[in-house]
């Protein structure tokens, strides 16, 4: 907010007697740090940091952060903590506690922080908006991932291949192509995910769950990504530009696929031809040539289709004999 402060704060080439503001002076120590804010002087500097200070009570404080032991020694794992508070709070890692619960819902966190992010789904509070577009966001994290969709910025580089990524989550789930690893098991049938959302995904497929609800039509979904996808079908809201044609998009996948038009890359070969794809789904599509797979088959008589397209042109066909 501008308050006319602003204007007194970029003032800083003065005379020396002179003060922009009219704050009384109860003290030579005061005074001195008075000039400071106003002359941008840090004469104070911390050695093991970049960071310096207008007095020295805040040099103090900002050593201590620095030489600040961490005494508080987790007894399950080998990390250490400079406050006891913190120790509690990352046992709860290993024991699974979560003792703030939430006054809406049946959910439960181990920090307040936490439950603080959460209650914000049920509020819909988004504190965090973005100064490029018009979106906003529960939580700082949230925000600064997606001001790299308008950057550009992958900060996050494979050490296998060229790939780079937006969030270190990303990269880490990615690693897993490389690897192979799936540490995250279904206990009811043999199926692993190398995601745990694929898992808790997958999981409703056995329960027949669907808890996220779209407001305005009577459609439910197992997943919050797959309800914020659909609530767009009602907005017709398209946060994904391409940053070549003017052109946007409702789905971050839509726009990968896009942008590949315009670099022509392939990224997917057939392992039994070698024809390459700009996408999975038109891979999976092809191979059903190789395979002679028709997964889509009428109800109303004996033929099946490799796509799903021609087998809804195909039921309208029987709507007509009609």
Known sequence: ?????????????????????????????????????????????????????????????????????????????????????????HHRTHTGEKPYQCDVCVKSFSNTSALTVHKRTHTGEKPYACDVCDRSFSTNGSLITHRRTHTGERPYPCDVCDKSFNQCGQLTVHKRTHTGEKPFPCDICDKSFSVKDHLTSHQRSHTGEK?????????????SYTLTRHRRTHTGEKPFPCDICDKWFSVIDCLTKHRRTH????????????????????????????????????????KAFAQSGTLTAHRLRHKDLK
């Open 211 to 223: 808890p996220y609800q779209c407001d305005v039509c009577d459609k439910s979904f197992n997943v």
């Open 1 to 89: 907010m501008n308050n006319g402060n602003s204007s007194r704060k970029s003032d800083v080439n003065m005379d020396e007697e002179s003060y922009p503001c009219d704050e009384p002076m109860d003290s030579e120590g005061h005074t001195k740090v008075r000039q400071r804010i106003h002359t941008a002087e840090q004469p104070y500097q911390v050695d093991a940091c970049i960071k310096s200070s207008s007095n020295t009570i805040a040099l103090t404080v900002q050593q201590r952060t620095h030489s600040e032991e961490k005494s508080y020694r987790c007894d399950v794992c080998v990390k250490s903590f400079s406050k006891i508070s913190n120790l509690k709070v």
């Open 263 to 302: 670099t022509g890359e392939k990224p997917y070969p057939c392992d039994i031809c070698d024809k390459t794809f700009n996408n999975n789904y038109e891979l999976t599509v092809h191979r059903r040539m190789h395979t002679g797979e028709k997964p889509y088959k009428c109800e109303f008589c004996d």
